[in-house]
């Protein structure tokens, strides 16, 4: 199969805003995006503006440039690294004749092409149709051409004649599945929550490597691959801590700088496994050159979710690929919880999972307790749910000293503890 040929447009507006990252930055991932959906730049041209221009986005002396390029190179598709309106895109195709498409276009095109359940492909084709529906009049080449192709996998990719009222009939019926799946989501959240189990969400810059590491701690099988976007359903897997301590690790979407509202609206069902979670495990590729970009683009999504107050722990993966192992130590410092693992190679994952049981250790209670000699069940239940220090058998009593969840500490004082005394424990 031959692959699209791409050619890109980057923008560079000369007065540039505060975490706007650099024109070789926003080359590489765009590179990236249209590696990730089966195409190959050929050629990019950087354009420098004052201003976006209303016609166009770009000027029209930088718009025929683009053609002449295009009557040189054997070109399918012209994207552009800022969104398009609906009518820039069909006065810059009049022109070139070529289909040209933008990167959230782009992103909503890999969201596509990697959705696999119920779930994800009703998200994503929610996305899809709330960015489509304001471009829908007049739409351009993208949508009469039949042949399919980079920014045309999804809705109304071979019918032009799609009106407003059918889109919009789509969206609501979308919308209400997602909400029936938030509902169902929030069932289970508060099955966990009813017997105090603590979550912990993963969190972090697409293909940092937090499959691999939900792989690593809780065998979940998910399918890893070295590029943009591979997971986009949430996973939940229950892990035991080294004190027995038992907690419901998430991975979830990866972030990336500027993720296009339409994804995150409709991954608001997905993300709410962040919102509810009692600590954040941000995985950071630190063997990535522009690793502290990508750590403020994902705080800048936390806060678009209004979760940017949680406690954080910073795991610098893939130490593997990194040289510096004293200036590694020094990155570390610069967190208040951080830890330094190779989730590929499972390199310091003990570490990270005694600081996770520190960070919960207020969901533990520790108790040295004497329990009537006839209930074992109590005994058990201290092996069972927790870390047991000693147990100690007398004539008519058993002495339990032990670490369990703090929802059960109360259980070991039925029998010899007045009932207002269990209060506290419970």
Not at 70 to 97: C, P, W
Not at 196 to 203: E, K, R
Request: net charge negative; with cysteine.
């Amino acid at each position: 199969m031959n692959r699209e040929k791409v050619l890109l447009v980057i923008i560079e507006y000369k007065q540039r805003k505060k975490g706007v990252w650099p024109f070789d930055e926003v080359l590489e991932e765009m590179e990236e995006l249209v590696k990730a959906c089966g195409g190959e730049v050929i050629d990019h041209m950087v354009c420098r503006e004052d201003k976006p221009s209303a016609k166009c986005l770009i000027g029209e002396g930088k718009v025929a440039e683009i053609a002449e390029i295009l009557t040189m190179k054997k070109v399918d598709t012209v994207i552009f690294s800022h969104d398009l309106k609906g009518s820039q895109q069909r006065n810059i195709e009049k022109v070139i004749s070529c289909k040209t498409i933008d990167r959230t276009q782009l992103i909503l095109d890999i969201f596509a092409r990697h959705a696999t359940t119920r779930e994800g492909k009703t998200q994503v084709e929610l996305a899809q149709l709330e960015y489509l529906l304001p471009r829908l009049v007049g739409k351009g080449i993208e949508l009469s051409r039949l042949g399919g192709g980079i920014g045309t996998l999804g809705p109304g990719e071979t019918k032009l004649e799609i009106d407003r009222r059918r889109i919009s009939q789509r969206v609501t019926r979308l919308k209400k599945d997602l909400a029936e799946i938030a509902a169902s989501r929030h069932l289970k959240r508060k099955k966990r929550i009813d017997k105090n189990v603590p979550a912990v969400s993963l969190v972090g810059y697409t293909n940092a490597g937090k499959s691999t590491l939900l792989n690593v701690l809780a065998d979940a099988g998910q399918i890893t691959k070295n590029g943009l976007f591979t997971t986009l359903e949430s996973l939940s897997r229950q892990i035991i801590l080294p004190n027995n301590q038992r907690v419901v690790l998430s991975d979830t979407v990866g972030f990336m700088q500027e993720l296009p509202h339409h994804l995150i609206e409709s991954f608001k069902a997905t993300l709410e496994e962040v919102r509810e979670a009692d600590i954040l495990i941000h995985v950071l590729d630190i063997s990535n050159p522009n690793f502290k970009h990508l750590h403020d683009a994902v705080f800048v999504v936390l806060k678009q979710l209004d979760i940017g107050d949680k406690p954080v722990l910073t795991v610098l993966n893939k130490i593997d690929q990194f040289e510096d192992p004293g200036l590694l130590e020094a990155l570390k410092n610069d967190y208040e919880h951080a830890v330094c693992i190779s989730a590929k190679n499972g390199d310091n994952v003990d570490e990270l999972l005694v600081i996770i049981e520190n960070m919960l250790s207020h969901f533990i209670k520790e108790i040295n307790v004497d329990v009537p000699i006839n209930r074992m069940d109590l005994v058990n239940l201290a092996h069972k749910e927790g870390e047991v220090y000693s147990v100690k058998y007398y004539e008519d009593k058993v002495n339990i000293r032990a670490v369990v969840p703090a929802y059960l500490a109360g259980r070991f004082y039925l029998g010899n503890k007045p009932k207002e005394e269990l209060e506290d424990w419970e």
